[in-house]
């Protein structure tokens, strides 16, 4: 059964930071292509950031120079790395990871930042 599960999130006050985990099982792990999301309260799911299929990284705007996505194929873990967290980061990341006939989602952690 493919499974992908987050951890790390929590509440931190503004310009704390967290550090999110994603880790795979059941699959044919591989960061490429896998990515990170977040949706807020009324609020659509939006992308945070992305590994291309050929190692390049992208970051939604309201994130570039404070997160940071990376992982690692042998741990078949993606990680985010989240600095200088504001209130409006408050959300519920999800991690998703391409599959043959679609892709696959996590049951999401929940960040908070708030004082």
């Known amino acids: 059964q493919v499974q992908l599960v987050e951890s790390g999130g929590g509440l931190v006050q503004p310009g704390g930071s967290l550090r999110l985990s994603c880790v795979g099982s059941g699959m044919i792990f591989s960061i490429y292509g896998m990515g990170w999301y977040r949706q807020a309260p009324g609020k659509q799911r939006e992308l945070v950031a992305g590994i291309s299929s050929t190692g390049s990284t992208n970051y939604a705007d309201s994130v570039k120079g404070r997160f940071s996505i990376s992982g690692n194929n042998a741990k078949k873990t993606l990680y985010l790395q989240m600095n200088n967290l504001k209130p409006e980061d408050t959300a519920v990341y999800y991690c998703?990871?391409?599959?043959?006939?679609?892709?696959?989602w996590g049951q999401g952690t929940q960040v908070t930042v708030s004082s």
């Open positions: 998703n990871a391409p599959l043959p006939l679609g892709s696959k």
